[in-house]
């Protein structure tokens, strides 16, 4: 038997030790378990969660609801490949004399992708898939300020579902600290989050 701790009413409870899911002796919540394939860790999750990130490496996991796989790639793999990759550029530059060639200098583009507040609200959104409430508490922190920037930037429609995603998170963790409907505030949640589309 193991020993686990509800998510949602901070119960401690026993179950089978290869167990793949449980619901909750007091408040009655259902939980499924996931294991990060990078770093071994295993977590709560809800059940039918598609796609998750791995709170204690960051490896996203699953799929998103464009139905594309994002099984993360192991770090010692990634940084041997960016080593790799790193030293044929400087190999080939050196090798072919790139230094005499003057480099010119690249066009203005769009803004990138950290400036622009859209995208880093999808980025936000990563703490939200977990449903453990300090996690949600830096979402909301970081959705709040994502909606300031915004609404800075004139884009008036997301900052409102932005901020429509902070008061769902608001009430879920409510729910989820002092019991309630935990149905109605995952439906509130999800509401809030299918109305931001971080796949464009």
Do not use: K
């Not at 990130?53 to 464009?66: A, E, F, I, S, W």
């Not at 080593?83 to 583009?109: E, H, K, N, R």
């Amino acid at each position: 038997m193991a020993e686990v701790t509800c998510p949602q009413c901070h119960t401690r409870q026993e179950i089978e030790a290869d167990a793949d899911g449980y619901r909750c002796i007091v408040c009655a919540g259902t939980w499924s378990f996931v294991r990060c394939t990078v770093c071994g860790e295993r977590f709560h999750t809800r059940p039918g969660t598609r796609a998750w990130t791995c709170p204690n490496c960051g490896t996203p996991h699953g799929r998103t609801r464009r139905g594309t796989s994002r099984v993360g790639l192991p770090l010692p793999l990634l940084i041997v490949g960016a080593i790799v990759g790193i030293g044929t550029v400087i190999f080939l530059a050196q090798a072919l004399g790139a230094d005499d060639v003057p480099t010119p200098s690249p066009a203005p583009s769009s803004p990138s992708s950290i400036a622009d507040p859209f995208r880093q609200v999808c980025r936000d959104l990563v703490d939200v898939q977990v449903f453990r409430v300090e996690a949600l508490g830096r979402a909301a922190e970081a959705l709040t300020a994502d909606a300031d920037a915004l609404r800075q930037q004139g884009d008036e429609q997301n900052a409102a579902a932005v901020e429509d995603i902070v008061a769902a998170i608001r009430s879920y963790v409510e729910v989820a600290e002092g019991g309630g409907d935990t149905q109605a505030a995952t439906e509130q949640l999800l509401d809030a989050l299918a109305a931001v589309d971080c796949s464009i």
